[in-house]
């Protein structure tokens, strides 16, 4: 049986930190990296490996990025997570396939916050400034979290990666089935620099999050954790 499916007893350090997590102590997200990311990033390679995406399996940035994302999803379940049931990674595997086979464009999660947006008809080039990404802006007004998450990004990231970050969860959002195509088209780069500037840029947001306490209503937020 796989050592990765089941365990023959509760791992002390494992318990410990699930359980930090789940009581909220962020810290411990490190320490899942660090102790046992391995095991997760193997998972993570597994499920890429099934899609036959071996340009994907061959980046190290790319398989580190999808990584931290499955990472996120296990500091998740750590609320429900039992020490004498199966692994986190195990536990959470249906949602990690999940976010994996989002961030490589082959499925995506809906983002229905993101569906009322208009549609645009793809152009040749690089596009200044898509009426969509307009839309999400205007609809933070209203969105008290949404405005905070995007006063954030635009400190962390430059103009272009705004740009490239959010028409790519758009998207995604749209049920785009390879979504940093049609985002590369749009703005001009290629498919691998606009899942590179999302992962870059993702990473960056998690550990302004992770540094500020002001900002720890965004830590359950969809783009850093992943997921819709």
Known sequence: MNADT???????????????????????MGDLRERFGHRIRGVVRRIVRKT?????????????GLTMDAILI??????TWKPWGALPWTWAYRAIEEV????????????EEWHQVSE???VAGRVP???????????????PELALFLSVLD???????????????LQKADGVRAPSETTAVLTGLKPPNVRKIASRTRKKMIRRVASDQALAVLAGFWFLSGGA
Do not use: C, F, Q
């Open 6 to 28: 089941t365990r023959k007893s509760a791992d002390p350090d494992l318990a410990d930190i699930m359980s930090r997590l789940a009581d909220g102590d962020m810290d411990a």
């Open 52 to 64: 036959g995406r071996r340009d994907i399996l061959n980046d190290p940035d790319e398989i580190e």
């Open 74 to 79: 296990v500091v998740g379940y750590a609320g």
């Open 100 to 111: 994996v086979w989002s961030g490589i464009g082959h499925r995506v999660t809906e983002l």
């Open 120 to 122: 645009r008809t793809p």
């Open 129 to 143: 400034r898509s009426p969509r990404i307009d839309d999400v802006y205007r609809m933070a007004e209203s969105r």
């Open 155 to 169: 400190e962390e990231a430059s103009d272009r990666d705004v740009e490239v970050v959010l028409e790519y969860e």
